[in-house]
């Protein structure tokens, strides 16, 4: 009988470790999951040009180079100055300079 309780103890421990590694993975690969999206894993290839003068944050982070921050800083410039009509007229924006230009310049449109 002693022999039986000891097995029974063993099983019980066994399973309880066991399960406890379940939750734990489980909760490991929701969190992964849900965990929120970074700029970079959020960022979607461009596939046609992007109008800076109507396009929201989410069409604006699609361009290379281009974040939220930044993103929101060009439609604040839109807002206070009025639409862009050249890509210079992106320089005036915070966070956007020469380099920055150029990997966007085919990318973006006006009208």
Known sequence: M??????FKQVVVFGALFS????GFSTVSWAAQSAPRTEESSMQ????TVNVNT????ELITLPGIGQKTAEKI???RQSSG???TTGDLLK???IGE???KKIADLISFE
Not at 20 to 23: A, D, G, H, T
């Open 99 to 101: 380099k920055n230009l």
């Open 45 to 48: 290839k461009v596939t046609r």
């Open 2 to 7: 002693k022999r039986m309780s000891g097995l």
């Open 20 to 23: 406890l590694l379940s939750i």
């Open 75 to 77: 439609i604040a410039q």
């Open 83 to 85: 639409p862009f009509k």
């Open 93 to 95: 924006v915070k966070g």
């Open 55 to 58: 396009a929201d944050i989410n």
